[in-house]
């Protein structure tokens, strides 16, 4: 009897503890809540534009139907612009490994380490040489990040904002699970040809100063699973565990009792 009173205690300590602890899911546990703060943002670079990019280039002028000529690109693959699923894509302008897009009249033009914005005024001049009042605008339609885990919905998520964050990243992976490591996420990032693993801390307001918080294409986010994770699918698993453990020791007493 007292062997099984051990096993029983024992089972319900590792439950019980398997439950963790509240004071670890909190974000910006630093942060002074009760009051106001302010601070300058000094972490945000441009996105810049890189091989592999896919670069979407609208051109209109006097004459549109002369610079629709370098508007095809933002049709779809299937020519129905009204499904917009990923496996639909915008065409667009395909920075080669050379860094470089292929234009009607403009030719090749270098293009990596440029913003968007940069790139609009590098072609505008050009333009002026085929049109009256032309305008540009460009934008990186194929902008996306891996989001896996212990997140609610793991995905690779695309994303039309250039100016795009960590955590609004996680929010489109629906949060971080209860059982989530927020001190332990993983930024995945390839920089000039090298894999950086960068660490990521979710409980201190600090990440909004971190260099990575502003995220770039391809980027992926891991965030790592609590050492309970294959003991908490849900809460319904563990009440059932603790109902179990009770009921055990209920039948237990009460055999020794009338034994």
Partial sequence: MNK?????????????????SYKDIP???????SKPVEEPVTNYS??????????????????????AIFNYNLNRINGNNFDNSSDNPVTGYLVNDKGEI??????VLKVTGLT????????RPLLLNFYKDPTVSVRIINFKVAVY????K????????????????????????????????????????????????LTSKKIFESP?????????????PGRTKYAQVDIGYRNATLILSALSIIAITFSTLYR
């Avoid at 099984?4 to 963790?20: M, P, Q, W």
């Avoid at 968007?116 to 072609?123: G, H, P």
């Avoid at 990575?212 to 790592?224: F, M, R």
């Fill in 46 to 67: 441009p996105l810049t534009i890189q091989p592999g990019d896919i670069l979407g280039i609208n051109v209109n002028s006097r004459n549109p139907e002369s610079s």
């Fill in 102 to 107: 292929d234009l009607p009249l403009l030719g």
């Fill in 116 to 123: 968007t914005t940069q790139l609009t005024e590098k072609m």
């Fill in 4 to 20: 099984s009173y051990i096993f029983i205690f024992s089972l319900l300590i590792v439950v019980v503890s398997s439950c963790g």
């Fill in 27 to 33: 974000y910006y546990q630093d942060l002074k809540s």
């Fill in 212 to 224: 990575y918080y502003y995220l770039k294409n391809n980027d992926e986010i891991y965030v790592t």
């Fill in 149 to 152: 885990g212990d997140v609610q």
């Fill in 154 to 201: 793991p995905d690779v998520y695309t994303f039309q904002n250039e100016r795009t964050t960590i955590t609004q990243a996680l929010t489109m992976a629906g949060d971080l699970n209860v059982t989530a490591k927020r001190k332990n996420i993983i930024l995945i990032r390839e920089i000039n040809g090298v894999r950086k693993y960068l660490p990521i801390d």
